[in-house]
């Protein structure tokens, strides 16, 4: 019998993916990935399926990896944040944020995720100016507007 090609197996993962046959998918992926550890997308692919199926911590080391070869997809870094937070690792999850608006300042909802994140630690000045940038440039985000004033609250507390 034939071996099947990384391609192969990839493929394959993405199919499984459609049909939400989550596991089959992720063993597709680590397949792909133990024949060609070079293709990025399965390493993406294998996160989101271990996401799917609450293997965060299998989900960020997946999207880590992919991570460090293609810092400025945004799609993979907001994944990859949201992952940090399943983790509760709400630090790595700011950084991540961080990172996405230095190279798009405007994507959707970064700086309301950096908001509520600053806003849980506690660090309200810094959760203010990402929930003014949230609503600057997405006005029609109504959470976020709810989100400024339980900062502004927590603001007026501490003084």
């Known amino acids: 019998m034939k071996k099947k090609s990384p391609v192969t197996h990839y493929r394959l ?42 293997d965060f911590k299998e989900a960020l080391n997946a999207y ?7 810092s400025n997809d945004i799609e993979l870094a907001m994944s990859l944040a949201i992952c940090y937070d399943s983790c509760d690792d709400t630090e790595n999850a700011i950084e991540v944020l961080k990172d996405i608006t230095k190279i798009q300042e405007d994507y959707p909802m970064v700086n309301y995720n950096l908001a509520y994140g600053l806003n849980s630690l506690e660090r309200y000045k810094e959760a203010l100016e990402y929930v003014n940038k949230e609503i600057k440039f997405h006005p029609e985000n109504e959470m976020a507007v709810e989100l400024k004033e339980e900062i502004q609250k927590s603001l007026k507390k501490g003084d």
């Open 64 to 70: 880590k990896t992919a991570y460090e070869h293609d």
């Open 13 to 54: 993962g993405q199919m499984y993916m459609i049909k939400k046959d989550y596991i089959r998918a992720r063993q597709e992926f680590k397949k792909t990935i133990t024949l060609d550890p070079n293709l990025n997308e399965a390493y993406k692919k294998l996160g989101d399926s271990c996401s799917v199926l609450g």
